[in-house]
């Protein structure tokens, strides 16, 4: 009961709760499927994403715990267990060791912020530039005790207010799929990037199998983006020559969705039953929704509460087709270098 509570609580964000309604249907004007185009979402991505993140967290944390992201995964192995691993191994990948200036772009609540910090005994600075966000994740990292070690900065990753060569490595974790223009984003991180130093991340990509003259591939994509506050998703390719063009050097990169033993979309497959990510199951969905409704019917909830409960449903669908099909991975993953000099 105390999850609904929190859930009902935290709906919204910082948003009025008598503005919600106007934020979830300025939200849905921003994409295809209501009347939206992509240079429309990338040219308001700041709003798009800042009201996306008011309108879901609370879902987010609900259904997912504190950390947003999917993660490759073992047979045998909770998905507790592989997003805690998968964070671990980020953490290994950049070499991360106590003392260590860390930055997480596009942060979210601080769920793997908290964890890598604990792992590594690095400090860690979430970037993200939601408010609300921000306030839950510094509330979160004074329970976990971290508070000391790590925090928060509000800013637009696409213009960081850091001076040059800040950091002595930076990760993001299916975070900069929110950025308009790719090779912007990884610019502003190679600047703020100590030479020598490392940058990986997780991204959201559409594959090379994806074909963008099939309609039902380019429907998917669109599910996906609406669900999830994108402007559009790039194929892995484009990603790859980004980074190269923002001046890495690419160590090595791979899609690790290819290589999980257990598919990553299965917490959101409705045809799978989980009691450990019961709330993500077909079951856990429908008491979800229906809560949400007579939360929002008794008042505790916003009005248009049910509304962001569907299009995450919607999204949630799409993210499990575009991975049967295999057009599209959550976990493109790379690891890149600033090189010691710059020619």
Same mark, same amino acid.
């Given at each position: 009961?105390?999850?609904?509570?929190?859930?009902?609580?935290?709906?919204?964000?910082?948003?009025?709760?008598?503005?919600?309604?106007?934020?979830? !249907?300025?939200?849905?004007?921003?994409?295809?499927?209501?009347?939206?185009?992509?240079?429309?979402?990338?040219?308001?991505?700041?709003?798009?994403?800042?009201?996306?993140?008011?309108?879901?967290?609370?879902?987010?944390?609900?259904? +997912?715990?504190?950390?947003?992201?999917?993660?490759?995964?073992?047979?045998?192995?909770?998905?507790?267990?592989?997003?805690?691993?998968?964070?671990?191994?980020?953490?290994?990948?950049?070499?991360?060791?106590?003392?260590?200036?860390?930055?997480? $772009?596009?942060?979210?609540?601080?769920?793997?912020?908290?964890?890598?910090?604990?792992?590594?005994?690095?400090?860690?600075?979430?970037?993200?530039?939601?408010?609300?966000?921000?306030?839950?994740?510094?509330?979160?990292?004074?329970?976990?005790?971290?508070?000391?070690?790590?925090?928060?900065?509000?800013?637009? &990753?696409?213009?960081?207010?850091? *001076? !040059?060569?800040?950091?002595?490595?930076?990760?993001?974790?299916?975070?900069?799929? =929110?950025?308009?223009?790719?090779?912007?984003?990884?610019?502003?991180?190679?600047?703020?990037?100590?030479?020598?130093? =490392? &940058?990986?991340?997780?991204? +959201?990509?559409?594959?090379?199998?994806?074909?963008?003259?099939?309609? !039902?591939?380019?429907?998917?994509?669109?599910?996906?983006?609406?669900?999830?506050?994108?402007?559009?998703?790039?194929?892995?390719?484009?990603?790859?020559?980004?980074?190269?063009? *923002?001046?890495?050097? $690419?160590? +090595?990169?791979?899609?690790?969705?290819?290589?999980?033993?257990?598919?990553?979309?299965?917490?959101? !497959?409705?045809?799978?039953?989980?009691?450990?990510?019961?709330?993500?199951?077909? $079951?856990?969905?429908?008491?979800?929704?229906?809560? $949400?409704?007579?939360?929002? #019917?008794?008042?505790?909830?916003?009005?248009?509460?049910?509304?962001?409960?569907? #299009?995450?449903?919607? *999204?949630?669908?799409?993210?499990?087709?575009?991975?049967?099909?295999?057009?599209?991975?959550?976990?493109? #993953?790379?690891?890149?270098?600033?090189?010691?000099?710059?020619?």
């Amino acid at each position: 009961m105390s999850g609904a509570i929190d859930l009902a609580s935290g709906l919204g964000g910082k948003i009025e709760k008598k503005e919600i309604r106007s934020a979830v !249907d300025q939200y849905e004007k921003y994409h295809g499927h209501f009347g939206g185009d992509e240079e429309a979402r990338k040219a308001n991505y700041t709003d798009m994403v800042n009201k996306y993140y008011d309108l879901s967290t609370s879902f987010y944390e609900f259904g +997912w715990g504190e950390s947003f992201h999917f993660a490759h995964r073992w047979k045998g192995e909770s998905l507790r267990e592989s997003i805690k691993r998968h964070e671990h191994f980020l953490a290994l990948q950049l070499g991360l060791k106590p003392g260590m200036k860390v930055l997480d $772009v596009g942060c979210g609540i601080g769920g793997p912020l908290r964890e890598i910090a604990r792992f590594s005994s690095a400090s860690v600075t979430g970037l993200n530039n939601n408010d609300y966000q921000i306030s839950r994740g510094k509330e979160l990292n004074h329970l976990a005790g971290v508070h000391k070690t790590c925090d928060f900065l509000k800013a637009d &990753f696409m213009k960081m207010p850091i *001076a !040059d060569n800040t950091f002595d490595a930076i990760y993001a974790i299916e975070a900069t799929c =929110h950025a308009p223009d790719a090779l912007g984003c990884y610019k502003e991180i190679f600047r703020v990037l100590k030479p020598g130093q =490392h &940058f990986a991340a997780y991204e +959201w990509c559409m594959t090379d199998a994806f074909d963008p003259n099939n309609q !039902d591939h380019q429907r998917i994509k669109a599910e996906i983006e609406l669900g999830d506050g994108l402007p559009d998703i790039r194929t892995t390719r484009k990603c790859l020559e980004a980074l190269k063009l *923002a001046g890495f050097e $690419v160590i +090595w990169e791979a899609d690790l969705a290819s290589e999980s033993p257990v598919p990553w979309y299965l917490p959101l !497959d409705t045809s799978h039953f989980s009691l450990s990510s019961f709330r993500l199951t077909s $079951v856990g969905r429908f008491i979800t929704k229906n809560l $949400v409704k007579a939360l929002e #019917f008794i008042g505790l909830a916003p009005e248009g509460s049910q509304r962001v409960s569907s #299009f995450l449903e919607k *999204a949630a669908d799409g993210l499990v087709e575009g991975g049967r099909k295999e057009i599209f991975t959550p976990m493109y #993953f790379f690891l890149a270098r600033k090189p010691l000099s710059q020619s």
